[in-house]
């Protein structure tokens, strides 16, 4: 059994959905690990992971207006606002959608369905820099 251990930033320029897919298949083509366990983390607060559609870009646009509609900014019922109209919210999203994700390797590739890709979802308004930690477990 072997694990491979990465990190990775990725730099945002506010509210969206950044892809990731690439970057964890690279991760995994250097591990030399075949056959195992993916887990990313993204190690903040206010933006989280989702593995969504990857090939129409308006179904992640429904997502994020879906999201504003939920947690909408200004909500008067907020109290944690140091930061900004965004952040009671950003932390709420981050809270309703992942931290992490797990997929499965099988033959050297990531398992995602056809139409899936990994996105970070930012949930703040203004760039972030954003630190992701990879683990990959297997042989």
Not at 2 to 11: G, R, V
Not at 25 to 52: D, E, F, P, Q
Not at 76 to 86: F, K, N, Q, Y
Not at 112 to 136: D, S
Request: charged letters at 20%; a neutral charge; hydrophobic letters at 35%.
């Amino acid at each position: 059994m072997k694990i491979f251990n990465d990190s990775f930033s990725i730099s945002t320029c506010g509210k969206g959905t950044y892809p990731i897919t690439p970057r964890l298949a690279t991760g995994l083509k250097n591990s030399g690990i075949r056959n195992g366990l993916l887990t990313v983390l993204i190690a903040h607060t206010s933006a989280s992971l989702v593995i969504y559609e990857n090939a129409d870009p308006t179904a992640r646009e429904d997502l994020h207006r879906w999201m504003e509609r939920l947690v909408p900014e200004n909500d008067p019922h907020w109290i944690h606002t140091l930061e900004g109209a965004d952040d009671s919210t950003s932390h709420l999203r981050m809270a309703l959608t992942r931290s992490s994700e797990n997929i499965p390797v099988q033959n050297g590739r990531l398992t995602l369905g056809t139409w899936q890709g990994v996105y970070v979802f930012e949930h703040r308004r203004a760039p972030q820099e954003r630190l992701l930690h990879v683990a990959i477990l297997g042989e």
